[in-house]
């Protein structure tokens, strides 16, 4: 194997127990090349689950984003354990299909809260560690609905929540900066998840490939390679971007 890129690093990915999932891709890659990771999910079994296949040392905790102080107890018991958090990968979200008259404020507010809110508190919670430490890297899930206005399943509301992720990330960067934290956010287009698995007809698939200069969804193990590039100094001079990761989908 090459370089380990993140060893002897501590990474926490969110939302990350999936089995098909970003998250989990994103935890596998991470802990091959040398970190320990804190897989965090609401379903807590799941999350062990997932800690236990990347092996001994990992963890698997039950954690809901939106619970302001459930996620700062959270990353403190964590902090404590390892000494620091180096790597943070925002990566819980959800989608809802809904058309714009059809969202209702409960929509509105699930669909923000997990993808801006979430990413928002589970940042406060570890940026005072990577101040102190001089050094962080925190990735953040966007989307390509953000970009083009919507994409296979999110609705308007999707692609606000995501707008806003980038807009979150820059200011973060911009502000983390001098701190040597670097904050950037990654833009997937169609990737072949259990988010879209079975919900696909054919001539729906097609249509989606027909429209990717590279003919096909990307996978979840391309996303995590990203994450890895941003986690890694490999991007040590990379701060406030926004990697597209979506076969050319917009290139205009």
Request: glycine share 12%.
């Amino acid at each position: 194997m090459t370089t380990a890129l993140l060893d002897g690093q501590y990474a926490v990915i969110t939302g990350a127990a999936s089995k098909r999932g970003l998250g989990l891709a994103t935890a596998r890659l991470f802990a091959k090349h040398g970190a320990t990771i804190a897989i965090l999910d609401l379903d807590q079994d799941a999350a062990k689950a997932a800690a236990a296949e990347l092996g001994k040392n990992h963890i698997g905790m039950a954690c809901n984003v939106i619970d302001h102080d459930g996620v700062r107890q959270m990353m403190d018991a964590l902090i404590q354990k390892w000494g620091r958090v180096d790597i943070l990968v925002n990566n819980a979200g959800i989608t809802q299909p809904l058309k714009i008259m059809d969202i209702s404020a409960k929509n509105y507010e699930d669909v923000l809260d997990v993808n801006l809110r979430g990413t928002l508190y589970c940042s406060q919670a570890v940026i005072p560690t990577m101040r102190e430490n001089k050094s962080g890297s925190i990735v953040n899930m966007s989307s390509v609905s953000a970009q083009r206005g919507g994409g296979i399943f999110g609705g308007p509301h999707y692609s606000a929540a995501k707008a806003g992720v980038l807009g979150l990330t820059k200011a973060m960067a911009r502000e983390l900066a001098p701190d040597n934290i670097r904050v950037n956010a990654i833009c997937p287009g169609f990737i072949a998840t259990d988010i879209t698995a079975g919900k696909l007809t054919n001539d729906m698939q097609s249509s989606i490939n027909a429209g990717i200069p590279m003919g096909r969804p990307g996978t979840a193990d391309e996303v995590a390679g990203c994450a890895l590039f941003l986690a890694s100094d490999l991007s040590a001079y990379v701060t406030g971007s926004e990697v597209d990761v979506n076969g050319g989908s917009l290139i205009h």
